[in-house]
């Protein structure tokens, strides 16, 4: 890539980069749910519409009670895993999490949310067990709305439910110009042990920034979970029959677990960002405390360290229930000239853009940035699903057996 100007904004750099520059099927990326691309990666898959896997999950939510618009919405975010290459928090928790959610009335598909406190830049609500994919996007809107007025919006939110990907939300910021937060703890659920802990205390509790980057279609969105990898990565590693890298998982002991399955028969615990204590992980449990305490001590959400949890036999457990999370949004045109924020903001992340690539010839780019390019290429090609998922909706009447087999499609660009 040649490099721009010295004196002005480096230029975005585009899809079609020379050759070697783009993604590599199953690459990671630089966040930790960019590399969600297991359930992807498959060579089995089948090519569909993203307007029809739209339409499927809409229906999918409509036909459970939840009102036609915040189906739209829920639907949008859940094949946002799928367009974005993130396939753990895509179509595959459609009938794994959220169906089941609704059915068994753990999430209520016409939950009116509450308005506890409101501030002004602050608001409390209770979610009362909406459909969280739904439910987040409208705290983070909510945020976004009291942060131009006020330059800064703050929605701390209890009582919700699962709400998918975090950067789809915190994205719905950046698109505005501003800066978008999204913390969320796990509710009750406990997956993950302190270090030198003997019981599991915690879940994934996952976080994502974003902001506006190199130009409105690139956004910086980091997306993570705090532990190793979010629950959906070991799970999708399971359906396809795979092992998964030492690291991911540990025992009662603290050795490696390279079977994905043992997490759901609860003889793994899912391992800290940082491995070991003696690496770091000290760092990946304090960033997930630090979550717990944000989304969910502040509005008295269920959190994972609390009394019971020191019961039973230390193995993983607890549900997902009363989820807590924090959506914030700074408007920076609040606090300085937002023309001058937005060309350093280009120049920062093109900045890094040209930077030599090591092996001198993959590009460097920053989180998000490859998942909103699988994004452009599958709105206009297909969503590659695999063909598992694929004939699961088709058996659930949500989709026609008219897609077509994906050759040689492995997630990514294509």
Same mark, same amino acid.
């Given at each position: 890539m040649t490099p721009p100007d010295q004196h002005t904004a480096p230029r975005p750099p585009h899809a079609h980069a020379p050759a070697g520059t783009g993604p590599r099927p199953g690459?990671?990326? *630089?966040? #930790?749910? *960019?590399?969600?691309?297991?359930?992807? *990666?498959?060579?089995?898959?089948v090519t569909v519409d993203h307007g029809e896997l739209l339409v499927a999950a809409r229906e999918a939510f409509t036909t459970r009670g939840v009102p036609e618009a915040r189906a739209a919405t829920a639907a949008d975010a859940l094949c946002y895993g799928d367009l974005a290459g993130l396939g753990s928090h895509g179509l595959f928790n459609l009938t794994r999490l959220y169906l089941p959610l609704l059915e068994s009335g753990r999430a209520d598909p016409a939950a009116e949310p509450r308005?506890?406190?409101?501030?002004?830049?602050?608001? @409390?609500?209770?979610? &009362?067990?909406? @459909?969280? @994919?739904?439910?987040?996007?409208?705290?983070?809107?909510?945020?976004?709305?009291r942060a131009g007025r006020h330059g800064v919006g703050l929605v701390s939110v209890r009582n919700a439910t699962h709400f998918g990907c975090a950067g789809y939300h915190t994205a719905r910021a950046a698109r505005q110009g501003m800066i978008g937060v999204l913390a969320g703890n796990c509710g009750g659920q406990r997956i993950a042990r302190p270090p030198r802990g003997a019981l599991a205390m915690l879940g994934t509790n996952p976080l994502s920034v974003a902001a506006p980057a190199l130009d409105d279609d690139h956004p910086f969105v980091l997306d993570m979970s705090t532990t190793a990898v979010p629950t959906g990565r070991i799970r999708t590693a399971a359906r396809r029959g795979e092992s998964i890298p030492a690291g991911w998982l540990e025992d009662a002991d603290g050795a490696p677990v390279t079977d994905p399955a043992a997490? #759901? &028969?609860?003889?793994? !615990? @899912?391992?800290?960002?940082?491995?070991?204590? =003696?690496?770091?992980? !000290?760092?990946? !449990?304090?960033?997930?405390?630090?979550? =717990?305490?944000l989304a969910a001590l502040l509005p008295g959400a269920g959190v994972g360290p609390s009394p019971d949890a020191l019961a039973g036999d230390g193995r993983p457990h607890g549900r997902d229930d009363d989820i807590g999370f924090l959506a914030l949004a700074v408007a920076p045109g609040a606090l300085r000239a937002e023309e001058?924020? &937005? *060309?350093?903001? &280009?120049?920062l992340f093109g900045t890094l853009t040209q930077c030599p690539p090591a092996d001198g010839h993959t590009g460097v780019r920053y989180p998000g940035w490859w998942e909103a390019e699988r994004a452009r290429v599958r709105r206009d090609e297909g969503v590659p699903l695999p063909a598992h998922l694929y004939e699961e909706l088709v058996g659930l009447g949500l989709l026609p057996h008219s897609a077509r087999p994906a050759a040689g499609a492995q997630g990514g660009v294509r």
């Open positions: 690459r990671d990326t *630089a966040t #930790d749910t *960019a590399t969600d691309t297991v359930a992807d *990666a498959a060579p089995d898959t308005t506890v406190t409101d501030l002004g830049a602050c608001v @409390l609500i209770d979610s &009362r067990r909406s @459909l969280g @994919l739904w439910s987040a996007a409208h705290a983070m809107d909510l945020a976004a709305e997490f #759901d &028969r609860g003889e793994a !615990y @899912l391992r800290w960002l940082g491995g070991d204590p =003696e690496t770091g992980a !000290y760092k990946g !449990y304090g960033l997930g405390l630090a979550v =717990e305490m001058d924020f &937005r *060309a350093e903001a &280009r120049s």
